[in-house]
């Protein structure tokens, strides 16, 4: 996992602090419903990075949060298809 110090970006910061703790939260939880209903919070999270207004095509740091984040939604989304297929 990549360490959080090495984008420089507050917005980042906040949001993988949150995603973070919802991260663990699903890992924690054993049914699925309880880790998608938390994957639909995860989602609302990453929409923050991905509709970020501070983004910038040619930074790096932008890139790398911007790739986090859809990771992060892709994982979201397969716990939530998961739950749907239950």
Same mark, same amino acid.
């Given at each position: #996992? #990549?360490?959080?110090?090495?984008?420089?970006?507050?917005?980042?910061?906040?949001?993988?602090?949150? #995603?973070?703790?919802?991260?663990?939260?699903?890992?924690?939880?054993?049914?699925?419903?309880?880790?998608?209903?938390?994957?639909?919070? #995860?989602?609302?999270?990453?929409?923050?990075?991905?509709?970020?207004?501070?983004?910038?095509?040619?930074?790096?740091?932008?890139?790398?949060?911007?790739?986090?984040?859809?990771?992060?939604?892709?994982?979201?989304?397969?716990?939530?298809?998961?739950?749907?297929?239950?």
């Amino acid at each position: #996992m #990549m360490n959080n110090s090495k984008i420089n970006c507050s917005i980042f910061q906040k949001q993988e602090s949150v #995603m973070q703790d919802i991260v663990e939260k699903i890992n924690n939880v054993k049914e699925v419903q309880g880790k998608a209903e938390l994957a639909e919070e #995860m989602q609302n999270e990453v929409n923050v990075i991905l509709l970020c207004p501070e983004y910038d095509e040619n930074d790096l740091d932008c890139e790398n949060c911007r790739f986090i984040a859809s990771l992060r939604k892709k994982t979201a989304d397969l716990i939530i298809k998961a739950n749907k297929l239950t």
